[in-house]
């Protein structure tokens, strides 16, 4: 066999058997999917560039079932939060929060209020961003480590898609997810 030939040869089979590896590794190390075909959300790439935290899970609702498109954002952010109280109140949900990723200048709506959301006691807090939209943010606490999920609309979150974005947060798979990232 010519020396050339067996070169592209071995270089096939190479990148045949790299090719197998790395769609077997897709297979085993993929996050299992969170939403099921029933649901209204399909889950999305994380849009955020790294910075001092894991990715976190993006989920997209599109206007048919949200009224708009709405999408939701959330991470465990480990030994961010106290660990005997959790999120308290707005100060720590600032603290903790990704509500810079998505606008630099934000406007609180109000005062947080407490709500329990992926089976833990956390706070709510809502803001209006430049351009009109509107960005809800959840952070609750677990093991010293914070929890965060924020849900985002060009214009307004209304009460069914804040509804559906909760429902989200507390389905069982997802607070399963947040449980094993928070070891």
Same mark, same amino acid.
């Given at each position: 066999?010519r020396?050339?030939?067996?070169?592209?040869l071995?270089?096939?089979?190479?990148?045949?058997?790299g090719g197998?590896?790395?769609?077997?590794?897709?297979?085993v190390?993929?996050?299992?999917?969170?939403?099921?075909?029933?649901?209204?959300?399909?889950?999305?790439?994380?849009?955020?560039?790294?910075?001092?935290w894991?990715?976190?899970?993006?989920?997209r609702?599109?206007?048919? $079932?949200?009224?708009?498109?709405?999408?939701?954002?959330?991470?465990?952010?480990?030994g961010?939060?106290?660990?005997?109280?959790?999120?308290v109140?707005d100060?720590?949900?600032?603290?903790?929060?990704?509500?810079?990723?998505?606008?630099p200048?934000?406007?609180?709506?109000?005062?947080g209020?407490?709500?329990?959301?992926?089976?833990?006691?956390?706070?709510?807090?809502?803001?209006?961003?430049?351009?009109?939209?509107?960005?809800?943010?959840?952070a609750?606490?677990r093991n010293c480590?914070?929890?965060?999920?924020m849900?985002?609309?060009?214009?307004?979150?209304?009460?069914?898609?804040?509804?559906?974005?909760?429902d989200?947060?507390?389905?069982p798979?997802?607070t399963?997810?947040?449980?094993?990232?928070? $070891?």
């Amino acid at each position: 066999m010519r020396p050339a030939l067996a070169i592209a040869l071995a270089v096939a089979f190479a990148a045949v058997i790299g090719g197998v590896g790395y769609a077997g590794a897709r297979l085993v190390f993929a996050p299992a999917a969170l939403v099921d075909a029933g649901s209204p959300w399909r889950e999305a790439d994380w849009p955020f560039l790294r910075d001092g935290w894991p990715a976190g899970r993006a989920f997209r609702c599109d206007a048919g $079932h949200c009224g708009e498109e709405v999408m939701v954002y959330a991470r465990v952010k480990a030994g961010m939060c106290d660990c005997s109280a959790g999120v308290v109140d707005d100060e720590d949900l600032e603290r903790v929060s990704d509500a810079g990723l998505i606008s630099p200048r934000l406007a609180p709506e109000g005062a947080g209020e407490a709500q329990d959301v992926a089976g833990l006691k956390a706070r709510l807090r809502r803001y209006r961003f430049e351009g009109g939209g509107e960005l809800a943010v959840w952070a609750g606490g677990r093991n010293c480590n914070a929890i965060v999920a924020m849900a985002t609309a060009r214009h307004a979150l209304s009460p069914d898609s804040m509804a559906l974005a909760r429902d989200l947060l507390n389905d069982p798979a997802m607070t399963r997810w947040i449980a094993r990232q928070g $070891h």
